[in-house]
Protein backbone atom coordinates (compact mmCIF):
# COMPACT_ATOMS: atom_id res chain seq x y z
CA UNK A 1 0.00 0.00 0.00
CA UNK A 2 1.23 3.51 -0.59
CA UNK A 3 2.52 5.93 2.06
CA UNK A 4 3.28 9.10 2.92
CA UNK A 5 6.25 10.15 5.45
CA UNK A 6 7.04 13.78 6.12
CA UNK A 7 9.63 14.92 8.49
CA UNK A 8 10.18 16.15 11.18
CA UNK A 9 7.26 17.12 12.60
CA UNK A 10 8.04 20.05 14.38
CA UNK A 11 10.75 22.13 14.14
CA UNK A 12 11.68 25.43 15.81
CA UNK A 13 14.61 27.48 13.89
CA UNK A 14 16.13 31.26 13.96
CA UNK A 15 15.08 33.42 11.59
CA UNK A 16 18.26 33.65 9.10
CA UNK A 17 18.61 30.04 9.42
CA UNK A 18 18.36 27.12 6.55
CA UNK A 19 15.67 25.23 6.23
CA UNK A 20 15.17 21.53 4.91
CA UNK A 21 12.03 19.49 4.91
CA UNK A 22 11.77 16.23 3.40
CA UNK A 23 8.89 14.01 2.03
CA UNK A 24 8.60 10.39 0.67
CA UNK A 25 6.52 8.58 -0.93
CA UNK A 26 6.30 4.64 -1.11
CA UNK A 27 4.18 2.05 -3.30
CA UNK A 28 3.81 4.03 -6.14
CA UNK A 29 5.82 5.56 -9.23
CA UNK A 30 5.56 8.80 -10.48
CA UNK A 31 3.10 10.43 -8.42
CA UNK A 32 2.46 14.51 -8.23
CA UNK A 33 3.95 15.63 -5.10
CA UNK A 34 2.86 19.12 -3.40
CA UNK A 35 4.31 21.20 -0.58
CA UNK A 36 1.07 23.15 1.23
CA UNK A 37 1.16 25.56 4.08
CA UNK A 38 -1.12 26.77 6.14
CA UNK A 39 -1.04 30.13 7.95
CA UNK A 40 -2.49 30.38 11.16
CA UNK A 41 -6.77 30.87 10.91
CA UNK A 42 -6.26 30.48 7.20
CA UNK A 43 -6.64 27.86 4.52
CA UNK A 44 -4.09 25.32 2.83
CA UNK A 45 -2.14 27.45 0.44
CA UNK A 46 -0.33 25.29 -2.43
CA UNK A 47 3.38 26.54 -2.53
CA UNK A 48 4.51 24.44 -5.21
CA UNK A 49 3.61 21.03 -7.65
CA UNK A 50 6.08 18.32 -9.39
CA UNK A 51 4.84 16.20 -11.83
CA UNK A 52 8.03 14.98 -12.31
CA UNK A 53 12.09 14.46 -11.42
CA UNK A 54 13.55 17.80 -11.18
CA UNK A 55 9.93 19.45 -12.09
CA UNK A 56 8.94 21.89 -9.79
CA UNK A 57 5.89 24.73 -10.20
CA UNK A 58 5.94 27.74 -7.90
CA UNK A 59 2.42 29.02 -6.77
CA UNK A 60 3.03 31.90 -5.04
CA UNK A 61 6.36 34.23 -4.57
CA UNK A 62 8.10 33.23 -1.47
CA UNK A 63 11.56 32.87 0.51
CA UNK A 64 11.05 29.09 -0.25
CA UNK A 65 12.33 26.46 -2.72
CA UNK A 66 11.59 23.00 -3.33
CA UNK A 67 13.41 20.04 -5.38
CA UNK A 68 12.91 16.26 -6.28
CA UNK A 69 15.94 14.90 -6.86
CA UNK A 70 14.35 11.16 -6.95
CA UNK A 71 10.65 9.90 -8.26
CA UNK A 72 9.16 9.94 -4.95
CA UNK A 73 11.24 12.46 -2.35
CA UNK A 74 10.47 16.34 -2.46
CA UNK A 75 12.64 18.47 -0.28
CA UNK A 76 11.28 22.24 0.87
CA UNK A 77 14.09 24.25 1.35
CA UNK A 78 15.03 27.97 2.12
CA UNK A 79 18.41 29.63 2.60
CA UNK A 80 17.29 32.16 5.15
CA UNK A 81 14.27 31.78 7.14
CA UNK A 82 11.86 34.36 7.38
CA UNK A 83 9.74 35.41 10.47
CA UNK A 84 6.75 34.64 8.16
CA UNK A 85 7.88 30.92 7.09
CA UNK A 86 6.27 29.91 10.22
CA UNK A 87 3.34 27.50 9.93
CA UNK A 88 2.29 24.25 9.25
CA UNK A 89 3.42 22.49 5.90
CA UNK A 90 2.10 19.90 3.91
CA UNK A 91 3.02 17.15 1.76
CA UNK A 92 0.98 15.55 -0.35
CA UNK A 93 0.86 13.41 -3.27
CA UNK A 94 -1.59 12.34 -6.10
CA UNK A 95 -1.90 9.49 -9.34
CA UNK A 96 -3.31 11.38 -11.90
CA UNK A 97 -7.54 11.73 -11.55
CA UNK A 98 -7.50 10.17 -8.28
CA UNK A 99 -7.96 12.44 -4.65
CA UNK A 100 -4.53 14.03 -2.91
CA UNK A 101 -2.90 11.99 0.01
CA UNK A 102 -1.38 14.03 3.20
CA UNK A 103 1.48 13.37 5.14
CA UNK A 104 1.80 14.04 9.04
CA UNK A 105 2.72 17.62 8.56
CA UNK A 106 5.12 19.71 9.81
CA UNK A 107 5.10 22.42 12.39
CA UNK A 108 7.36 25.02 12.08
CA UNK A 109 8.34 27.88 14.36
CA UNK A 110 10.39 30.57 13.18
CA UNK A 111 11.52 32.95 16.16
CA UNK B 1 -8.96 35.07 -9.00
CA UNK B 2 -10.43 32.01 -7.45
CA UNK B 3 -11.23 31.66 -3.66
CA UNK B 4 -13.21 29.40 -0.89
CA UNK B 5 -15.25 30.86 1.37
CA UNK B 6 -16.36 28.68 4.36
CA UNK B 7 -18.12 31.52 6.66
CA UNK B 8 -17.83 29.29 9.71
CA UNK B 9 -15.14 28.79 11.95
CA UNK B 10 -17.22 26.75 14.49
CA UNK B 11 -20.22 24.63 14.06
CA UNK B 12 -21.58 22.81 17.46
CA UNK B 13 -24.20 21.13 16.94
CA UNK B 14 -26.10 18.42 19.27
CA UNK B 15 -25.85 14.41 18.11
CA UNK B 16 -29.10 13.48 16.12
CA UNK B 17 -29.54 16.83 14.94
CA UNK B 18 -28.89 17.88 11.31
CA UNK B 19 -25.49 19.36 10.22
CA UNK B 20 -24.98 21.93 7.73
CA UNK B 21 -21.36 23.35 6.31
CA UNK B 22 -21.57 26.12 4.23
CA UNK B 23 -18.76 26.19 1.33
CA UNK B 24 -19.10 29.33 -1.39
CA UNK B 25 -16.70 29.72 -4.38
CA UNK B 26 -15.77 32.30 -6.78
CA UNK B 27 -14.90 30.80 -10.36
CA UNK B 28 -16.23 31.97 -13.88
CA UNK B 29 -15.67 28.66 -14.97
CA UNK B 30 -16.86 24.45 -14.54
CA UNK B 31 -14.92 24.12 -11.01
CA UNK B 32 -14.57 20.36 -9.44
CA UNK B 33 -15.19 20.68 -5.61
CA UNK B 34 -14.53 18.43 -2.41
CA UNK B 35 -14.75 18.21 1.04
CA UNK B 36 -11.45 17.36 2.81
CA UNK B 37 -11.92 16.37 6.73
CA UNK B 38 -9.28 15.83 9.18
CA UNK B 39 -10.05 14.11 12.18
CA UNK B 40 -8.31 14.28 15.65
CA UNK B 41 -5.01 12.49 15.59
CA UNK B 42 -5.53 11.82 12.02
CA UNK B 43 -4.56 13.11 8.97
CA UNK B 44 -6.28 15.00 6.21
CA UNK B 45 -8.34 13.19 4.09
CA UNK B 46 -10.56 13.42 1.15
CA UNK B 47 -14.30 12.87 2.48
CA UNK B 48 -16.10 13.50 -0.75
CA UNK B 49 -15.96 14.84 -4.54
CA UNK B 50 -18.85 16.37 -6.33
CA UNK B 51 -18.01 14.42 -9.46
CA UNK B 52 -18.46 11.40 -8.03
CA UNK B 53 -22.09 12.51 -6.98
CA UNK B 54 -21.56 9.77 -3.40
CA UNK B 55 -22.13 10.27 -0.22
CA UNK B 56 -19.76 9.25 2.06
CA UNK B 57 -20.28 8.55 6.07
CA UNK B 58 -23.82 10.34 5.78
CA UNK B 59 -22.62 13.57 4.44
CA UNK B 60 -23.48 14.43 1.15
CA UNK B 61 -22.80 17.87 -0.82
CA UNK B 62 -24.66 19.77 -3.84
CA UNK B 63 -22.96 21.55 -6.05
CA UNK B 64 -24.84 24.78 -6.71
CA UNK B 65 -23.90 27.05 -10.16
CA UNK B 66 -26.54 29.73 -9.61
CA UNK B 67 -25.34 30.47 -6.13
CA UNK B 68 -21.65 29.16 -6.79
CA UNK B 69 -21.77 27.22 -3.44
CA UNK B 70 -21.35 23.56 -2.68
CA UNK B 71 -22.49 23.33 0.95
CA UNK B 72 -21.74 19.86 3.23
CA UNK B 73 -24.64 18.33 4.83
CA UNK B 74 -25.73 15.43 7.22
CA UNK B 75 -29.38 14.97 8.63
CA UNK B 76 -28.12 13.22 11.89
CA UNK B 77 -25.14 14.21 13.00
CA UNK B 78 -23.10 11.50 15.24
CA UNK B 79 -20.22 12.18 18.03
CA UNK B 80 -17.48 11.16 15.51
CA UNK B 81 -18.22 13.77 12.80
CA UNK B 82 -16.59 16.28 15.19
CA UNK B 83 -13.85 17.02 12.56
CA UNK B 84 -12.34 19.80 10.80
CA UNK B 85 -13.73 20.56 7.55
CA UNK B 86 -12.45 22.02 4.67
CA UNK B 87 -13.58 23.01 1.44
CA UNK B 88 -11.71 22.83 -1.79
CA UNK B 89 -11.50 23.88 -5.34
CA UNK B 90 -9.94 22.79 -8.46
CA UNK B 91 -9.63 24.76 -11.15
CA UNK B 92 -7.76 22.92 -13.61
CA UNK B 93 -7.64 18.97 -15.19
CA UNK B 94 -3.66 18.81 -15.29
CA UNK B 95 -3.63 17.95 -11.90
CA UNK B 96 -6.36 16.70 -9.18
CA UNK B 97 -4.05 17.92 -6.31
CA UNK B 98 -3.59 22.08 -7.13
CA UNK B 99 -6.50 23.26 -4.95
CA UNK B 100 -7.90 26.18 -3.45
CA UNK B 101 -8.91 25.67 0.87
CA UNK B 102 -10.84 27.30 2.60
CA UNK B 103 -10.13 28.32 6.06
CA UNK B 104 -12.06 25.06 8.04
CA UNK B 105 -14.75 25.07 9.63
CA UNK B 106 -14.35 23.17 13.36
CA UNK B 107 -17.19 21.14 13.96
CA UNK B 108 -18.14 19.81 17.59
CA UNK B 109 -20.94 17.45 18.19
CA UNK B 110 -21.86 17.42 21.87
CA UNK B 111 -23.96 14.42 23.39
Known amino acids: SQTIHQWPATLVQPVGSPLSLECTVEGTSNPNLYWYRQAAGRGLQLLFY??????ISSEVPQNLSASRPQDRQFILSSKKLLLSDSGFYLC??????????FGSGTQLSVL | AQRVTQPEKLLSVFKGAPVELKCNYS??????LFWYVQYSRQRLQLLLR??SRESIKGFTADLNKGETSFHLKKPFAQEEDSAMYYC?????????????FGAGTQVVVTP
Open chain 1, 92 to 101: AWSVEGEKLF
Open chain 2, 88 to 100: ALSVTTDSWGKLQ
Open chain 2, 50 to 51: HI
Open chain 1, 50 to 55: SVGIGQ
Open chain 2, 27 to 32: YSGSPE
